[in-house]
């Protein structure tokens, strides 16, 4: 039923006047006299008797008014509800899914930063590979992913989060160290590379094939899960690695793990935020991304 409706009606019965309830409610009369006739005619019953100096409720407009009394105040009740709860402190459940790559480090810190600004919320993050986070935001299992690569789905959109870079690493003292090299020289380096699926890797595939290359021509000997696990090898003198460039930056700073460039390759690859299609974010979401947008800028 239109609130609308009952309202105005509901006022006309209390001012005994259409005049003094359109100045009541701010509108014209003519206006209040349409929400009135327009009641009338939904509940096929006229609900005002309008014959004398004053206007009256009639039986059953006196039986609408009681009850409508009763909904407009479980309205108001409900409004004022929903407005203290979008004033009051952030609270719920936030769970969000990342590929390897957003979650070794950038991604993390902003969460722990978002819970320690906002105690009440309960964060929980999981880390797959980039299809796995969409299959997860497309299923409802996670309400936000981050991932690498924006990967084609009907069901969840895909939002410019931050950017990222893909950068080849060495251990300490190799010969590619701070250097650019040929795709001549890398195919004659042992190269570890991320499991089919992560953004890491898509993004490589991308360019090498842009370049006029495939990762298949290269001397591929390990293919391993995670981000950690391509660091830790590379460290240990296993080979090189395309590695997303904040994944290791404490390991570049500290001197463990050295950067080099390969020509023809500019892996600047931009970090996605993922949603489902049609879902309403709850305030804990919409909180974190505008935090996380603040903090990245």
């Given at each position: 039923?239109?609130?609308?409706?009952?309202?105005a009606?509901?006022?006309?019965?209390?001012?005994?006047s259409?005049?003094?309830?359109?100045?009541?409610?701010?509108?014209?009369?003519?206006?209040?006299?349409?929400?009135v006739?327009?009641?009338?005619?939904?509940?096929?019953?006229?609900?005002?008797?309008?014959?004398?100096?004053?206007?009256?409720?009639?039986?059953?407009?006196?039986r609408?008014?009681?009850?409508?009394?009763?909904?407009?105040?479980?309205?108001?009740?409900?409004?004022?509800?929903?407005?203290a709860e979008a004033?009051?402190?952030?609270?719920?459940d936030?769970?969000?899914?990342?590929?390897?790559?957003?979650?070794?480090?950038?991604?993390?810190?902003?969460?722990?930063?978002?819970?320690?600004?906002?105690?009440?919320?309960?964060?929980?993050?999981?880390?797959h590979?980039?299809?796995?986070?969409v299959?997860?935001?497309?299923?409802?299992?996670?309400?936000?992913?981050?991932?690498?690569?924006?990967?084609?789905?009907?069901?969840?959109?895909?939002?410019?989060?931050?950017?990222?870079?893909?950068i080849?690493?060495?251990?300490?003292?190799?010969?590619f160290?701070?250097?650019?090299?040929?795709?001549?020289?890398?195919?004659?380096?042992?190269?570890?590379?991320?499991?089919?699926?992560?953004?890491?890797?898509?993004?490589?595939?991308?360019?090498?094939?842009?370049?006029?290359?495939r990762?298949?021509e290269?001397?591929?000997?390990?293919?391993?899960?995670?981000?950690e696990?391509?660091?830790s090898?590379?460290?240990?003198?296993?080979?090189v690695a395309?590695?997303?460039?904040?994944?290791?930056?404490?390991?570049?700073?500290?001197?463990?793990?050295?950067?080099?460039?390969?020509?023809?390759?500019d892996?600047?690859?931009?970090?996605s935020?993922?949603?489902?299609?049609?879902r309403?974010?709850?305030?804990?979401?919409?909180?974190?991304?505008?935090?996380?947008?603040?903090?990245?800028?």
């Amino acid at each position: 039923m239109d609130t609308r409706q009952l309202a105005a009606f509901c006022t006309v019965v209390e001012r005994k006047s259409f005049s003094q309830a359109a100045e009541r409610l701010g509108v014209t009369q003519p206006a209040v006299s349409l929400q009135v006739r327009a009641l009338e005619k939904r509940l096929g019953a006229q609900l005002l008797d309008r014959s004398g100096r004053r206007v009256e409720p009639t039986e059953a407009g006196l039986r609408l008014y009681r009850g409508a009394q009763r909904l407009l105040a479980l309205e108001e009740q409900l409004v004022n509800e929903v407005a203290a709860e979008a004033e009051a402190e952030l609270a719920g459940d936030l769970r969000l899914g990342a590929s390897t790559g957003p979650a070794a480090i950038v991604v993390p810190l902003l969460l722990c930063e978002f819970q320690r600004a906002h105690p009440l919320v309960k964060i929980s993050l999981s880390v797959h590979d980039t299809q796995s986070v969409v299959e997860l935001v497309a299923e409802r299992e996670l309400e936000l992913g981050i991932v690498g690569a924006a990967r084609r789905h009907r069901s969840v959109s895909f939002e410019p989060f931050f950017e990222d870079e893909v950068i080849l690493v060495c251990p300490p003292g190799h010969r590619f160290g701070g250097r650019t090299v040929s795709l001549d020289e890398l195919r004659q380096e042992q190269l570890i590379v991320m499991q089919e699926g992560a953004g890491v890797r898509q993004i490589v595939e991308d360019e090498l094939r842009a370049a006029g290359t495939r990762l298949r021509e290269l001397d591929v000997r390990l293919e391993l899960g995670l981000q950690e696990s391509v660091r830790s090898a590379v460290q240990a003198g296993y080979g090189v690695a395309f590695i997303s460039r904040s994944a290791v930056e404490s390991e570049l700073a500290a001197g463990t793990l050295v950067a080099a460039r390969v020509e023809g390759i500019d892996a600047t690859r931009e970090i996605s935020l993922v949603r489902t299609t049609g879902r309403a974010a709850t305030r804990a979401a919409e909180g974190f991304v505008a935090f996380a947008r603040e903090r990245l800028a």
